[in-house]
C-alpha cells in the first residue's frame, strides 16, 4: 500500500498553510488548535482500537476527522495517511474484507500525529520557544553560576548578582 515515511523523507507541517489558517481563523485559532489534539486524540486511539478489534467499518469516521482536521492546519503528511487509512476501509467495507495491511499505516499514524502536535505546540506555546536564558554575567555561564552562586551566597537573576 503506501510507504511508511521517515523523518527525513516529509515536512511535518506546511508553516505557509499553518500561519495563513491561524491569520483566517483569528482568535478562535488556539481553540481549534486545541480541538484537533483532543479530536485527534481520540480519532487515533478509535482507529487503533479498530484494527485491534478488526472492525474494518468503525477504521472510518475517526480516520476521515484526522484528515480534514489536519488538512485545515496545514498537516499534509498526517492527512495523507489518515486518508489512505480511510479511502482502504471504505474498499474493505464494500468488499467485505479487513484491511490488515494497513498496520504500518496506523503506526506511523499514531507517530506522526505525536509529532505534529509537538511541532504545533512549538509554534504557539511561548513556553517552548523561548530562547535559553543567557549566561550569568557574575559566575561566568550556567554550571559556573550554580556552584559560583551557592559558593559566595549570591541570588543570580541571570543578568546581575546580588546579595540576598
Known amino acids: 500500500m503506501g510507504k511508511v515515511m521517515s523523518d527525513d523523507d516529509i515536512q511535518i507541517v506546511d508553516w505557509v498553510h499553518f500561519e495563513k489558517s491561524r491569520a483566517e481563523l483569528g482568535a478562535g485559532f488556539i481553540r481549534i488548535l486545541s ?5 485527534g486524540s481520540k480519532s487515533v486511539a478509535q482507529i487503533e482500537e479498530a484494527m485491534h478489534d478488526q472492525n474494518t467499518a468503525a477504521l472510518v469516521i475517526p480516520a476521515h476527522t484526522i484528515k480534514g482536521e489536519s488538512r485545515q492546519l496545514g498537516a499534509e503528511p498526517l492527512a495523507k495517511v489518515a486518508e489512505l487509512i480511510e479511502s482502504t476501509a471504505r474498499l474493505c467495507v464494500e468488499t467485505h474484507r479487513f484491511p490488515d495491511e ?14 505534529t502536535v509537538q511541532q504545533f505546540d512549538k509554534a504557539t506555546n511561548p513556553l517552548m520557544t523561548r530562547a535559553a536564558p543567557a549566561p550569568c554575567r557574575a559566575h561566568g555561564g550556567a554550571r559556573a553560576h550554580l556552584a559560583a552562586a551557592q559558593d559566595d551566597g549570591m541570588f543570580c537573576d541571570n543578568s546581575l548578582a546580588s546579595r540576598k
Open 102 to 115: 494497513l498496520v504500518p499505516q496506523v503506526v506511523e499514524l499514531r507517530r506522526l500525529f505525536n509529532e
Open 35 to 39: 480541538y484537533f489534539r483532543e479530536d
